[in-house]
DNA sequence: TCGCGCCCTGTTTTT
DNA sequence: CAGGGCGCGA
């Protein structure tokens, strides 16, 4: 691609510095572009994509069904914007849901106008761009600038100490539905003096409310932010602090937004405070692909965008450049079935192609032969298997499908799985690294404190953190006070020395070793990798090469807090693509990737559309199932495969399942059903009865195992366990609450005075907070008063 | 304090 | 079926 012929921006001084941006294409603009060459970017475009590049001032919706060049179209905005020089790459910010996405959008600027992408510093996601903008101001929101940013396991074992010190029964309650909660929330923007009563309720009796404030007070005490956090003090930044916001509003010329059907209500906020300035706000997306209702997306958004910026453009991208139309024609049918669209046709100009296929199968290992039998087919054809994808609905159903593959020796490569970061390993790691970085990390620090083994325990982190929270220090600072003192047992009192003194060390080597020479020494020293070195178990290598490769990735990032924070937003696992693989992925996965032929099985009642987003979201879920299978439908470009079983294993038991709703609303000029031919030769409904009886005569000799089942399979709300509070829980929280809330004054000698651990004693002598007790049993200890109280 | 084994639960999708 | 939590025994 050529791109010589405009001049880098640089030297221009943008003209919108001058000209208000009102006019939507004004004179002086119109004249630069006729006095340059045909903009070889916009060649190729049709009109509409054009007219969405070209209409720069103002808002717009661009309205980009799939495989209609939305990307394209957004890259081409970029370029034009500043190949025109109307505005500096750092004047632009751009949005995207995902890191993929930012990256794929910054290589194909860069292809489009040179280097220049380079300097588009505002080009990133949400989260990123959040975290970016809070740093600047972290002190406006009672945060430091170096504050850590949570994952969501940090945040639920955060929850969990909450819960725990509140006395609520985490088992009841767990602390990862807490966190569904707060996310929630903060998805909508909602600060916990917001919070309705109604919905406070939804957890604890009531005291959601309450532990949601506590929740966010301690990330302020930890220096902390978990993700929502990132958007949504953001917002309180913005609107408590005018100037602040101001200055980013004068900044932000152009403002550009991918996948906004995924927008949740709190990005929606943070969007429109961003975009009240210039008003120049353009957004893409597709409100038939909006597939994350269930973490908050709103399509509200983008069905109500002309409405919220008055005076918005609207275009349509209609014309697919992906599927043929038999496939176009089937997804569209489909997608019909959905009210409440903003409607759009998709056309193409392709020639008609294969019919969609729907394929039953008896069983769900049946289904996965059919694959298996498929691709080998193509295979000796000759396709290329990287163009080949399975789509499923949930992540369990890979599983049968990967062990297929396994067994024809079948090449795969499975998307979305466990992030690298979340690697056990990784987080370990990460964690020394976060403590060496900061000492007050303490979710960091507890998490590694006895990893590898130093016979640390429970018993010792109680103390440490009993007395953390009495003196409102950070952990490790806590555990320094500790030890000079005889609260420890000796033993764990020499290891934490130890541990705090290396702690010590690597900090201050963080000025003089390389970033990447310390972390290796840090996982060194500590014992951490002799850790897995000594572990014989089959993954313990596949862990050190993981930890390598953390090490590795290292020497891209100047120093340890940029990659930190790199890590925790951005990391993804390595993926090795361009090698002939069939894909495998949630549907969820495949959004905006496409394939010459793509597989949906698993098209059941239950499964897809899911019964969970059936029961909890009603018309809404279905809604979503369904655009979930045009997004699976409009992965394909030439073949899609449509696949159902009579009977799938769910929790290991096998459950008769019927075809998809979704099967019996695609068209029949458009789709085919092909004859399966070992599909019935089981003996088909008589089978399924036996299977059936078979299956509950022969668990009667299970029984809990029985009874379990029996309730699960009807039972899809809440079952309320009838009596299902134990007595005795009650009393043991009763005495946890009398202990935690006993007054602790300040001692003098002669007090008689009783310790936790030590049982009553007199106290002999006082240095600050440190008192030396003679005890009645246990001798003469050093002590600090917080584990004292008045005899 | 650690490690083992039992039991229970839940299993959509994720920045 | 699996992963996590908890209780028990060493």
């Not at 979710?443 to 590694?448: H, S």
């Amino acid at each position: 691609m050529p791109h010589s012929h405009f001049d880098p921006p640089y030297n221009d001084s943008p003209s919108a510095d001058s000209a208000p941006a009102s006019s939507p294409l004004s004179l002086s603009e119109r004249a630069r572009q006729a006095a340059r060459p045909a903009d070889s970017y916009l060649t190729g475009l049709n009109p509409e994509q054009r007219r969405a590049v070209e209409t720069i001032e103002g808002p717009l919706l661009v309205l980009a069904g799939a495989g209609t060049g939305k990307t394209r179209v957004l890259t081409t905005r970029i370029a034009h914007i500043i190949a025109t020089g109307t505005a500096f790459p750092s004047q632009i910010l751009a949005v995207t849901f995902t890191n993929k996405a930012a990256r794929e959008m910054k290589e194909r600027i860069g292809r489009l106008v040179g280097s220049v992408a380079e300097g588009m510093p505002w080009l990133g996601t949400f989260h990123s761009i959040g975290t970016k903008i809070l740093r600047r101001h972290a002190e406006l929101v009672g945060l430091r600038s170096d504050f850590t940013i949570l994952d969501t396991d940090d945040q639920i074992r955060l929850l969990k100490q909450i819960l725990r010190a509140e006395n609520i029964d985490d088992k009841r309650w767990p602390a990862r539905q807490l966190a569904n909660v707060i996310d929630s929330w903060k998805n909508r923007a909602i600060t916990p003096d917001r919070v309705s009563a109604g919905e406070a309720h939804s957890f604890a009796q009531g005291r959601a409310a309450e532990l949601y404030k506590m929740y966010q007070e301690r990330l302020k005490v930890l220096n902390a932010a978990d993700f929502g956090d990132l958007l949504v003090e953001t917002i309180r930044l913005f609107r408590e602090n005018p100037d602040v916001l101001a200055n980013y509003q004068q900044r932000f010329r152009y403002i550009l937004v991918d996948e906004y059907q995924d927008t949740n209500v709190a990005q929606y906020l943070w969007l429109r405070l961003l975009a009240q300035g210039r008003h120049n706000i353009c957004c893409v997306g597709d409100d038939d692909q909006s597939i994350y209702g269930w973490r908050g997306a709103e399509v509200d958004n983008i069905l109500r965008f002309e409405h919220d910026f008055p005076g918005a453009g609207v275009v349509r991208l209609e014309r697919n450049y992906r599927s043929t139309a038999h496939i176009l024609a089937t997804a569209s049918h489909l997608i019909a079935h959905n009210e409440g669209r903003l409607g759009k046709t998709l056309r193409t100009e392709d020639d008609p192609g294969q019919r969609v296929t729907i394929t039953g199968a008896w069983d769900s290992e049946e289904e996965a032969r059919q694959i298996g039998e498929a691709i080998e087919n193509a295979q000796s054809r000759g396709d290329d298997l990287s163009q080949v994808a399975v789509l499923v609905r949930i992540s369990a159903q890979m599983r049968e499908v990967e062990d297929r593959f396994v067994q024809l020796g079948l090449p795969y490569r499975v998307i979305g799985g466990p992030r690298f970061y979340e690697r056990l390993e990784i987080r370990d790691a990460m964690a020394y690294l976060r403590c060496v970085v900061s000492q007050a990390d303490d979710l960091a620090f507890e998490r590694i404190f006895n990893t590898p083994k130093r016979g640390l325990g429970d018993a010792t982190l109680q103390t440490m953190h009993a007395y953390a929270r009495h003196a409102g220090v950070p952990l490790m600072q806590a555990t320094r006070a500790l030890l000079e003192t005889e609260e420890l047992k000796p033993r764990q009192r020499t290891t934490l020395r130890d541990l705090i003194a290396n702690f010590d060390r690597w900090s201050r080597q963080l000025e003089t070793l390389p970033h990447t020479e310390l972390a290796e020494t840090v996982l060194e020293e500590s014992g951490y990798t002799a850790m897995w070195q000594a572990d014989r178990s089959p993954d313990a290598a596949g862990r050190l090469e993981n930890l390598k490769e953390l090490v590795r990735s290292l020497e891209e990032f100047p120093d340890l807090p940029s990659f930190l924070e790199h890590v925790s937003l951005v990391m993804e696992a390595a993926e090795s693509d361009s090698d002939a693989r069939v894909s495998i992925m949630t549907l969820h996965a495949a959004k905006g990737l496409e394939f010459d032929t793509v597989f949906l099985p698993g098209w059941e009642e239950g499964l897809f559309p899911n019964q969970r987003a059936l029961d909890e979201q009603g018309r809404a879920g279905l809604e979503e199932e369904r655009r979930l299978a045009y997004v699976g439908i409009t992965r394909a470009r030439k073949s899609a495969r449509i696949m159902f079983a009579s009977n799938r294993r769910i929790h290991g038991l096998w459950n008769a399942t019927a075809p998809s709703r979704f099967i019996d609303e695609l068209p029949e000029a458009h789709v085919e059903v092909t004859e399966a031919p070992a599909a019935y030769s089981y003996g088909g409904y008589a089978r399924n009865r036996f299977d059936q009886a078979a299956g509950s005569f022969g668990s009667t000799y299970d029984t809990p195992g029985w009874t379990r089942a029996r309730q699960n399979t009807p039972n899809t709300g809440h079952a309320t366990s009838p009596g299902g509070r134990r007595g005795g829980n009650r009393v043991i929280e009763g005495e946890i609450v009398a202990r935690s809330s006993g007054p602790s004054s300040t001692f003098k000698p002669g007090d008689r005075v009783f310790h936790q651990k030590f049982g009553p004693g007199t106290v002999e002598s006082c240095e600050g907070n440190k008192l030396a007790i003679e005890f009645d049993k246990a001798g003469r200890k050093t002590v600090v008063d917080s584990f004292v109280k008045p005899a």
